[in-house]
């Protein structure tokens, strides 16, 4: 089991493979008593907490600007006890950020919403990766990404123009793989969407969007990724 990827450091991705080992993942096996303990507890502070299931890697590594992964299906519970003791060895999270990037440059966040495990949060629309996103034991980014915004925002990003390379950003909380997309349409019309999706909603995930206009437009309660996402994408050009 190795994690072999350079910290804070935004990098190009050229391919990417994170395949799914139908074994149960080690860390799960090993702490099975502890998990169940903390899942009550969790679930004591917060009852709509759902114990469905996710993918935890076991291993993730860049090789020749490939990233390499193997991941392992786990019951939510297993993915919060480990979240509790992060960063530990032979264990980790990655996960998708569809950066919205409207009309005029702005970008186009969530506020997770109060029920939530990182309410108040803010960040791109995303979860982890769920067995749906898996396509012949590989991990299907896009369509993780596609779903997740989605859910979440109504949002429909079939056919919207994309950079097709993805970036990684790697931190004690997971690694990001993220790419933009660029919608035709300005910042405020595209949170009014969001909005009617959330009041739509009988138990929306997220509280509702956030727009960020300038890398000094920095909101309250941003996601440890957020930061170096926002400083790159205002200081990036788009992809020709």
């Known amino acids: 089991m190795s994690f072999d990827l350079p910290a804070d450091v935004i990098l190009p991705v050229r391919n990417v493979s994170v395949r799914l080992d139908p074994a149960p993942h080690p860390f799960g096996v090993a702490n099975e008593e502890a998990i169940a303990q903390h899942w009550q507890r969790a679930v004591a502070d917060n009852p709509a907490l759902f114990n ?57 966040a969530i506020r997770m919403g109060p029920s939530t495990i990182n309410a108040g949060l803010v960040y791109f629309a995303a979860g982890s990766f ?10 299907d980014l896009e369509f993780n990404m596609h779903r997740e915004v989605g859910e979440e925002t109504g949002i429909d990003l079939s056919g919207v123009r994309h950079e097709d390379r993805y970036h990684l950003l790697s931190k004690t909380t997971g690694t990001v793989l993220f790419r933009r997309y660029f919608l035709d349409r300005p910042a405020d019309e595209l949170a009014e969407e969001i909005r009617r999706h959330v009041a739509a909603e009988d138990d929306p995930e997220i509280e509702g969007p956030v727009i960020i206009r300038d890398p000094n437009d920095m909101p309250d309660r941003l996601a440890a990724q957020m930061p170096g996402l926002i400083d790159w994408h205002f200081s990036t050009p788009r992809e020709a």
């Open 52 to 108: 469905g299931e996710v993918a935890l890697l076991s291993s993730l590594r860049i090789d020749n600007g490939d990233l390499l992964g193997r991941c392992h299906i786990v019951r939510y519970a297993t993915f919060l006890y480990w979240r509790s003791l992060r960063p530990i060895s032979g264990a980790g999270h990655a996960y998708t950020h569809a950066m919205l990037v409207s009309a005029e440059n702005a970008l186009v």
């Open 130 to 139: 769920e067995p749906v996103d898996f396509r012949d034991g590989r991990a």
